[in-house]
């Protein structure tokens, strides 16, 4: 889990340098009020804003490795909206605007660079880290909905501001013009009844689908460690009259901790070469106790923490950690 808090942290710092970038290459040429009028700098807007989120939560993360901190509820749906919103303005810009617009010889050598950050880079880098390393937990399908969020939000203000007369010039050109044509009724006339719902559904559908990657990597990358787990509760129940801590493991113990770089007290549990499984201290030059069986050196390690003070942590075959206790 350590490697891929890291990497995740790595993604969001990308995320946001590429979001900086693409902003302070238009940054002169752009009023103030098109940071909220069009999609793809509102998406860039919340990508920053999430990708800093995650950041502190994983800095937390790391810097608290001696307890488990879950991902809270609130920022799986923050980037859950944000992937969606990504997603939404990557495929509209490689799938019809990179043909149309981007084929202009007109168009800035800037505003190509600023294309590739804002249409490419950053979204692309964010959803396929939200996807592939927010492994923290197993959500329900139903929170996709809430993908939506900032569609529903971004069209409930931008159809009235391009549409309504009182609203004057707000977007900054005269007369009005709606950010983008299927918004504009006087442009499309009815067909906007059609063309605002299918947007939204359309979104919804791109939401659906970033949950559902998201849970085939959550089963790919974690499910196995969850039948290891459910495994090894059921093997601690049958031995755990068998497995005793005894003076002798305590009196071990206290040996070892007269070593003052031994570090924080963390009971390790991870496979030997000669495929016994040993409880030690990360920094410990030799194991407090071995045994045959992981489920063994399990029970012994949550008793002994509990007499000696201290948290667990399981290590796979591989090596890594994937479980903190």
Request: charged share 20%; proline share 3%; with cysteine.
């Amino acid at each position: 889990m350590k490697r891929r808090k890291i990497i995740s942290l790595a993604v969001s710092l990308f995320s946001i340098l590429v979001s900086m970038i693409g902003f302070l290459l238009i940054a002169k040429s752009t009023p103030a009020v098109a940071y909220v009028k069009y999609f793809t700098l509102v998406t860039n807007l919340l990508i920053i804003v999430t990708s800093t989120v995650s950041i502190g939560y994983n800095v937390e993360f790391l810097v608290h490795r001696d307890r488990q901190i879950l991902q809270p509820d609130y920022l799986y749906i923050l980037k859950l909206i944000t992937s969606t919103c990504a997603l939404i303005t990557f495929l509209t810009v490689a799938c019809y605007l990179q043909h149309s617009v981007y084929t202009d010889p007109s168009v800035s050598a800037t505003m190509h660079a600023n294309n590739v950050m804002h249409h490419y880079l950053a979204p692309l880098s964010f959803t396929l880290g939200f996807i592939i390393l927010d492994l923290d937990k197993k959500y329900n399908w139903k929170i996709f909905f809430t993908g939506i969020a900032v569609l529903l939000l971004y069209t409930a203000y931008a159809l009235p501001i391009s549409n309504i007369p009182a609203c004057g010039s707000w977007w900054g050109t005269e007369p009005r013009q709606a950010p983008y044509i299927f918004m504009q009724f006087n442009e499309v006339g009815l067909w906007a009844l059609l063309i605002i719902p299918a947007f939204l559904i359309g979104g919804l559908g791109i939401s659906f689908l970033i949950w559902f990657l998201n849970r085939i990597s959550y089963l790919l990358f974690i499910g196995d460690e969850i039948k290891e787990d459910a495994e090894e509760t059921a093997e601690e129940k049958a031995i755990e009259a068998k497995v005793q801590v005894t003076e002798a493991d305590e009196a071990a113990v206290g040996e070892i901790l007269k070593n003052r770089n031994i570090g924080p007290r963390i009971y390790h549990i991870s496979r030997r070469e000669d495929k016994m499984w040993q409880v030690k201290f990360a920094k410990g030059k030799r194991a407090i106790k071995i045994f045959n069986t992981q489920a063994e050196a399990i029970v012994f390690a949550k008793k002994l923490a509990k007499s000696q003070v201290g948290s667990i942590r399981i290590h796979s075959l591989k090596g890594r950690i994937r479980k903190t206790i």
